[in-house]
């Protein structure tokens, strides 16, 4: 078993107040981080995670007191959560928990990216600022997210990114050049981020339409969200080829939550059936990788 050492007053399981160097063992305990896990499909996969992965499970949220309150909810159910601070638009939030998961665990075992919003269909807020506020959190922080911590992810970790059937729809609608360039393998990171900076761009401005684009923020940010997938899984393939890691895009499903409304026929714990699936591909599993998965199959992209 290996072990770090932790300065003293840093959060390593012993008490805060410890006047020495304290030794701690958690190199060799697994652990998964959900992003945006305080409620809906995000805590529904926590508690998932925690009655099936064996690790340490956390729950990360902007705000302390709504992902401590979700911990209790998960205790009173006899699940063992943790919760640590995370705000995937705030970069040094991110780059603080990056640095807490390297330091107390040596990595991340599991990482699945749920943060994400939407604005509701009546929202009269103008298209390009939905546009823009839309892709700032779920493409733009997402990738934030997997630039600190794909580099921490260990040997045979999973990382799930949750988008969206609304992606696949939104790609339709784009023009085949667009379609051309999100669906070819040797689309790049940052010609992908061009070509979302260029959607807001194009949304702020009026143009969207006419540069080829769908008349969906939420459809773009996806797109975007199962595309940088995709890249990230060749990067991986090439970059860390023995290490077992398996990247991969999900869609949960049309799921009641406050996002989605209460209409939606599938519950939060059905939501979490396919990210919780791809977290928890076996060891030595090679496939899915670089996919877009719904129902826990891959679908055409």
Known sequence: MSSNLIISGSTCGFTHSCLSLC?????????????????????AIVRALCKQFDGDVYITARDV?????AVKALSSEGLKAMFHQLDINDLNSIKTAAAYFKGKYGGVDILINNAGIAFKVADTTPFGVQAEVTLKTNFFATRDMLTHFLPIVKAGGRVVNVSSFVSALALKKCSSELQQRFRSEDLTEEELVALMERFVSEAK???????????????TSKVGVTALSMVLARQVSKQRPNDGILVNACCPGWV??????DKAPKSPEEGAITPVYLALLPPGATEPHGKFVSDKQVQPW
């Open 23 to 43: 030794l701690c063992t958690d190199m060799s305990t697994k652990v998964a981080v959900v992003t945006g896990s305080n409620k809906g499909i995000g805590l």
């Open 65 to 69: 007191g709504r992902g401590e309150d």
């Open 205 to 219: 401005k009026g143009e969207h339409k006419e540069g080829g684009w769908p008349d969906s923020a939420y459809g």
């Open 256 to 261: 009641r939550t406050d996002m989605a409304g």
